[in-house]
Structures are given as structure tokens and as C-alpha cells.
């Protein structure tokens, strides 16, 4: 049996988690509050140590109550899977630093599917020629999503700019475009958020060349995909040496052209 503790287990992608667990026969989950944690409550949690035990949290909450989460994890030597997004680079330090005595996995997406596609993109931005090829990152989004760009564009641009050896602080630019800007600088990635409705959220990257570009979209219809990515994750970590991994990690996906 692995014993899940769920940390925003009453947030939107929380609560489909804990949902997704139900039909899981060796998962228990625990709901934990992501609000109590930030008021440093660990009731839940002491409680359930002192109980059945915990073998991993997986937490879909907030940047401040994963840091909160972490430090316990790493107390407790427990291993945690970090599905929160919006952390600032300076918190993504710490939140790396507190977890690296345990095992952990972070990613801002869960998606399998999505990440095999930040490999596509990386290879495309490796290859196509850096003087030519400009390239654009559009996300689409519910209209409550508080971040924006969302970090799974951020860590699109991330993966191009790498292979582009360009430094992300100089080249990233969120899409203001209006009036007569002239042309198009090359080295500039550029994001541009749309948010509304309850619209599903999408992620595209759009290489374009003289005559010709190419374009690698995700879209997630349901959260299932994160739930399934999370708990793979989470059974994953629970065998891992201690260290700070990705999912990436986790599919070992190599360094090679598809
Ligand atoms: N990695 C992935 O694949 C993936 C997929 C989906 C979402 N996410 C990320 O997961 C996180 C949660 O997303 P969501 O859509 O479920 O958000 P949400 O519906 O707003 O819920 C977030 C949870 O965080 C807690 N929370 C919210 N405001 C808080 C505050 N001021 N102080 C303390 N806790 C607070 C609440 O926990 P309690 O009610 O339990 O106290 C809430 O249930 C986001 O960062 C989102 O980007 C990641």
C-alpha cells in the first residue's frame, strides 16, 4: 500500500487528484490544507505519521506552502512530488536546497505527453538554424489561473533558449506588441497568455522560417493526465536515492533525436 498525502487536496487540481486516487486500490491519500500549512499547522501530517504513516506528499498547492512542505518533508524524511507552479527563481533555490536530503520530484506539468514534447522542441531548437528561425510560445488558460505566463511556457522558453545558449533574462519577452514596432528582433522568445472562460489549457511553440514553420502543440481536455503523471511520480520518487529530479528523470527520456 503507498500512503499519499495530498497537500491542496481542495483545489481544483488537488481535489481530482485525490478523486483519481479513489479508484486506486493500493493508494491510501490523506487531505491536507494547504492553508493550515501556511499557518504552520501540521496537525494532518504529525497526526498521520503518528498513525499509518506517510510515504509521500504530493502537493498541488501554493509556492509558499510547498517551501512550508518541503522543510517538513526533508524533517520527516519523507519524500514529496511538487506539481505547484509560480514559484519565484529565488524560492525554486530554496524549495531545491530544502529537498535535496529526500527524494524529490518537481514539475510544473505532470503530463507525460508534455513532457515528450519539451524533448521535440528541444531537439527542433537545437537543429533549425539560430538566425533564421524565430520562434513564439503561445499558452491558453481557464480564467482563473492566477500566474501568468503559465510555468510550463516558462520552462518551454527555458528549454529553447538553452539550446540556443542565450540567456533567458535577455531574450524573453511577454507578447505587448502594438503599434508600428518594425522588425521582428531574432534573438526574442516571446510568450503570449490568453486567458478565459473555462477554456482548456494549451501550450504551443511555433518555429517560423522563410516559407515555412513548425508548431508543437499540447492540450490537456482533463486533469487526468496530471493525476496519472503524479501518482506514476510518486511511486517513482518513493524508490529514488535522495536528490532533486524531474519527470524527465523519471521517463528517462535520453538526449537524442526522436
Ligand atoms: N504540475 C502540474 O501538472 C499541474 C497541474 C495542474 C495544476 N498545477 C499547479 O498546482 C497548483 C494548484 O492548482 P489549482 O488549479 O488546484 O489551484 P486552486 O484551485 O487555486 O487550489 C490551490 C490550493 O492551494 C491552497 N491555497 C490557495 N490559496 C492559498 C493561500 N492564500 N494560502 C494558502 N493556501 C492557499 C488551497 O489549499 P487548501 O484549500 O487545501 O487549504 C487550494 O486548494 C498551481 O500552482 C497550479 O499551477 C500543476
Known amino acids: 500500500m503507498l500512503q499519499v498525502a495530498v497537500a491542496g487536496a481542495s483545489g481544483r487540481m488537488g ?3 485525490m478523486e483519481y486516487l479513489e479508484n486506486i486500490e493500493d ?10 500549512v501556511v499557518a504552520d499547522d501540521f496537525v494532518q501530517l504529525e497526526t498521520a505519521l503518528n498513525g499509518d504513516g506517510i510515504d509521500v506528499i504530493v502537493d498541488f498547492s501554493s509556492p509558499e506552502a510547498s517551501l512550508k512542505l518541503a522543510v517538513w518533508a526533508a524533517e520527516n524524511s519523507k519524500s514529496m512530488v511538487v506539481g505547484t507552479t509560480g514559484f519565484t527563481a529565488d524560492q525554486l533555490d530554496k524549495l531545491a536546497d530544502a529537498l535535496y ?3 524529490a520530484l518537481l514539475s510544473p506539468n505532470m503530463s507525460t505527453m508534455m513532457n515528450i514534447s519539451w524533448r ?38 527555458q528549454i529553447v533558449a538553452e539550446k540556443r545558449g542565450w540567456s533567458l ?8 506588441r502594438w503599434g508600428l514596432l518594425g522588425e521582428r528582433p531574432r534573438k526574442e522568445i516571446v510568450i503570449s497568455s490568453i486567458r478565459g472562460g473555462t477554456l482548456n489549457s494549451e501550450h504551443t511553440i511555433i518555429f517560423a522560417g522563410s516559407g515555412e514553420s513548425l508548431e508543437v502543440t499540447h492540450r490537456s481536455q482533463t486533469l487526468e ?12 520518487i518513493v524508490r529514488q536515492p535522495s536528490g532533486v529530479y524531474d519527470l524527465l528523470d523519471m521517463l528517462g527520456l535520453p538526449e537524442v533525436l526522436f
Open 120 to 157: 521535440m522542441m528541444s531537439n527542433a531548437a537545437k537543429v533549425l538554424p539560430h538566425d533564421t528561425i524565430d520562434i513564439e510560445i503561445v499558452e491558453r488558460h481557464h480564467r482563473n489561473k492566477r500566474n501568468a505566463p503559465s510555468s510550463t511556457a516558462l520552462q518551454m522558453a
Open 27 to 36: 493508494v491510501t491519500a490523506l487531505a491536507v490544507s494547504a492553508h493550515l
Open 225 to 236: 493526465p496530471f493525476s496519472k503523471g503524479a501518482l506514476r511520480a510518486a511511486r517513482w
Open 15 to 17: 481535489s481530482a487528484f
Open 169 to 176: 533574462s535577455e531574450s524573453l519577452r511577454h507578447n505587448s
Open 101 to 103: 536530503p529526500v527524494a
